[in-house]
Nanobody, 127 residues
Framework: QMQLVESGGGVVQAGGSLRLSCAVS????????MGWFRQAPGKEREFVAA????????SYAYSVKGRFTISRDGAKNTVYLQMNSLKPEDTAIYSC????????????????????WGRGTQVTVSS
């Protein structure tokens, strides 16, 4: 059974950086496309970033493009979200998600595309 465990969240001042990690177990990591989503209090879950199985294709929400970078390390079965120039509006619970992908370059931005989810990690950006 697939398990995803996020880490790296915390409290940071506006303009600061954090790197989130998502450790994946229970399945062949290289077969899964990965995504990061976030949910702020009182708001819907929203797409943040996604990466294909082969790591060659990525996609970002407009609100984080140029500030966040998604990457994956097959040797560590881990996907990362490097977050720079953080803003108070980035405050949310960040969750990673995985789905089996038969196409090595496909990326998925809809939360319903992902059957496997981690519990999330809190990111708080103070002004």
């Amino acid at each position: 059974q697939m398990q995803l465990v996020e880490s790296g969240g915390g409290v940071v001042q506006a303009g600061g950086s954090l790197r989130l990690s998502c450790a994946v177990s229970g399945g062949p990591f290289s077969n899964y496309a990965m995504g990061w989503f976030r949910q702020a209090p009182g708001k819907e879950r929203e797409f943040v970033a996604a990466i294909a199985r082969n790591g060659g294709s990525t996609s970002y929400a407009y609100s984080v493009k140029g500030r966040f970078t998604i990457s994956r390390d097959g040797a560590k079965n881990t996907v990362y979200l490097q977050m720079n120039s953080l803003k108070p509006e980035d405050t949310a619970i960040y969750s990673c998600a995985a789905r089996l992908a038969y196409d090595s370059i496909m990326i998925y931005s809809g939360p319903t595309s992902y059957p496997y989810w981690g519990r999330g990690t809190q990111v708080t950006v103070s002004s």
